[in-house]
């Protein structure tokens, strides 16, 4: 067994600690650069039964912990049996975040549980430069079965997010906030439905970006649709035919659309797509 030195080196003017293995240092205690120092680190040991502490202390009433790693060196949580454990143990329905040790099996997967006694509860993914706003926020519901899988891909292929669980036919539901949209970039290609059978579906009905079964009162039918703005671009379908069909028209301003036909006396009735061009 290598013999390890503990050394106070001579000249130094704060305290100073260091231990050394053949003159390497192995382990310092350094203080910081400044003065007075009030907080610092506590290693607590545990009797039988109980895992030992590392925690911080100090006389500020919240004391953090910066573990920094030299150069492009990484921090690494490895449970030699079992789990490894971040909690919160200051709130009571706190979920922990467990890393599962997954190092020494190759087709395994790393997983992170938000648990705990709340089965609500989230996982968060916050940003505290700019006051702790929430980036990222997995939560769980009582029960669930199913799921989204985030899935990378080789070269050649495309990434793709899946819906996964037990239940036969599981949707991806996309909520926006307020009036937010949903942009769908796609810088090289196309979008495209590769199956078969499937397609584009748009809620119908009033005030809607779809439109069925309007009706023309003697050649004109104007519709009011809160949606309507300068971009929109109405596109008019016949639905019906009778002995006075004219050629229809759709003119957009906000808040409305009027459809006029080039027979006077046309009543049919047609369907009105509205797509916002951008």
């Known amino acids: 067994m290598t013999e390890l030195t503990v050394n106070s080196p001579a000249g130094q003017t704060t305290d100073y600690v260091e231990v050394q293995s053949n003159g390497v240092n192995v382990f310092e205690v350094t203080p910081s650069n400044a003065n ?12 039988a039964g109980l895992r ?13 912990l910066l573990v920094k790693m030299k150069g492009v060196g990484a921090i690494q949580f490895q449970g030699a049996t079992g789990s490894v454990f971040i909690s919160s143990a200051g709130n009571i329905v706190a979920a922990e ?25 989230s996982l968060l993914i916050l940003n505290q430069m700019i006051g702790m706003v929430s980036l990222y926020d997995f939560k ?54 590769t199956t ?4 584009v579906a748009v809620k119908a009905g ?24 300068a971009n929109t671009c109405p596109f008019v379908q016949n639905a019906t035919s009778n002995a006075n069909v004219g050629a229809l028209s759709a003119v957009a301003t906000p808040g409305q659309v009027v459809v006029q036909s080039t027979d006077s006396l046309d009543n049919s009735t047609f369907n009105l797509l509205l797509i916002e061009a951008i």
Do not use: W, Y
Request: include cysteine; charged fraction near 5%.
């Open 97 to 121: 975040l467990q890393v599962l040790n997954t190092i020494s099996a190759a087709a395994v997967s790393a997983v992170i549980n938000g648990f705990g006694a709340e089965q609500t509860a």
């Open 140 to 193: 769980t519901v009582p029960n669930a079965i199913n799921g989204v899988m985030f899935q990378a891909a080789i070269a050649g292929v495309a990434p793709s997010i899946t819906a996964g669980g037990s239940f036969s036919d599981t949707d991806i539901p996309l909520s926006l906030k307020s009036n937010g949209a949903a942009n769908v970039q796609v810088d090289h290609g196309s979008l495209a439905v």
């Open 206 to 229: 009033a005030n809607c970006r779809l439109m069925k079964g309007l009706q023309l009162v003697n050649g004109t039918l104007t519709i009011a649709n809160t949606s309507v703005t």
């Open 196 to 199: 078969p059978g499937q397609g």
């Open 36 to 47: 007075p120092q009030v907080n610092g680190v506590q290693l607590v040991s545990g009797s």
């Open 52 to 64: 030992p502490t590392l925690q911080t202390i100090g006389s500020d009433p919240d004391v953090g």
